[in-house]
Nanobody, 115 residues
Framework: QVQLVESGGGLVQPGGSLRLSCAAS????????VAWYRQAPGKQREWVAS???????AYTEAVKGRFTISRDNAKNTEYLQMNSLKPEDTAVYYC?????????WGQGTQVTVAS
């Protein structure tokens, strides 16, 4: 049974940092290009960042220079380091493959940026 568990979210002030983790079980994450997505209240889920099997990264324009995606294949885990957070980064963050697989969606982790 595939399970992706996101963690590391929370309430942070503007300009603060958080590090999100996505631990995978029941699937060998190393075989996939993986990504982070987010869904803000009242908006559709959007792609945030991705990292290929070979380590190539890509980011949506809104987070470039502030967020860093990484992966630890030995731990079957991916990460999202988020710095210089802004109120508009407030959302539920999810991990999945770059071509999202429906059964892989987890519960997400809430990130709230507010003073």
């Amino acid at each position: 049974q595939v399970q992706l568990v996101e963690s590391g979210g929370g309430l942070v002030q503007p300009g603060g940092s958080l590090r999100l983790s996505c631990a995978a079980s029941g699937v060998v994450f190393t075989r996939y290009d993986v990504a982070w997505y987010r869904q803000a209240p009242g908006k559709q889920r959007e792609w945030v960042a991705s990292i290929s099997v070979g380590g190539r990264t890509a980011y949506t324009e809104a987070v470039k220079g502030r967020f860093t995606i990484s992966r630890d294949n030995a731990k079957n885990t991916e990460y999202l380091q988020m710095n210089s957070l802004k109120p508009e980064d407030t959302a539920v963050y999810y991990c999945n493959t770059i071509a999202p697989i429906e059964k892989f969606w987890g519960q997400g982790t809430q990130v709230t940026v507010a003073s």
